[in-house]
T-cell receptor
Framework: GAVVSQHPSWVICKSGTSVKIECRSL??????MFWYRQFPKQSLMLMAT?????????EQGVEKDKFLINHASLTLSTLTVTSAHPEDSSFYIC????????????FGPGTRLTVT | QQQVKQSPQSLIVQKGGISIINCAYE??????FPWYQQFPGKGPALLIA?????SEKKEGRFTISFNKSAKQFSLHIMDSQPGDSATYFC????????????FGSGTRLLVRP
């Protein structure tokens, strides 16, 4: 149980275009979903927290107009990187929190974004 | 106060040995301490977690030791195997309603055959 999927697993896009990444909790309802960014050989950096049906809460320094997050249902959250630039190239990982278990988060497999 | 400090940065252990990774925290409101295992190009996988009401939790070859007074917790991997070679992250959460995880910096473990 507690499986989280992400799609796509990798994507290459041209500078200036937008890319959407989907995060789904497959066998549980996720009260909260989180989006992280990870650079090579570094820890996970939390970008934003999203609750179903409400606006995402962004961490300090994360541009909300650039990284659009939509949490449309209890099993789906999307991250859209708008007007992508090469510096947005990174590994993006989502996680989902089952509502009943305080603290527990289950992570997706990640999406490798390369902006050329 | 929100930091979780993890050490060592990297660790090399012989097959069959014990791998020990340590973490320390400052925020006494933290009440959930998980460990995650991450292989290259993959997302982190929840390995084992502990709450402050117990001092130790064991699941198979993996054990968390928790010292509330010292604000430290550690992961012990017994009988380490080459397949355990990965990056391990400790984390902590609690104290507010955000359920955010505060991650340590990670430890790259290499288990030599």
């Amino acid at each position: 149980g507690a499986v989280v999927s992400q799609h796509p697993s990798w994507v290459i896009c041209k500078s200036g275009t937008s890319v959407k990444i989907e995060c789904r909790s497959l066998d549980f309802q996720a009260t909260t979903m989180f989006w992280y960014r990870q650079f090579p050989k570094q820890s996970l950096m939390l970008m934003a927290t999203s609750n179903e049906g409400s606006k995402a809460t962004y961490e300090q320094g994360v541009e909300k107009d650039k990284f659009l997050i939509n949490h449309a249902s209890l099993t789906l959250s999307t991250l859209t990187v708008t007007s992508a630039h090469p510096e947005d190239s990174s590994f993006y990982i989502c996680s989902a929190r089952p509502g009943l278990r305080v603290g527990e988060q289950y992570f997706g497999p990640g999406t490798r974004l390369t902006v050329t | 106060q929100q930091q979780v400090k993890q050490s060592p940065q990297s660790l090399i252990v012989q097959k069959g040995g014990i791998s020990i990774i340590n973490c320390a925290y400052e925020n006494t409101a933290f009440d959930y301490f998980p460990w995650y295992q991450q292989f290259p190009g993959k997302g982190p996988a929840l390995l084992i977690a502990i709450r402050p009401d117990v001092s130790e939790k064991k699941e198979g070859r993996f054990t968390i030791s928790f010292n509330k007074s010292a604000k430290q917790f550690s992961l012990h991997i017994m009988d380490s195997q080459p397949g355990d070679s990965a990056t391990y992250f400790c984390a902590a959460s609690g104290g507010d309603s955000s359920y955010k995880l505060i991650f340590g910096s990670g430890t790259r473990l290499l288990v030599r055959p």
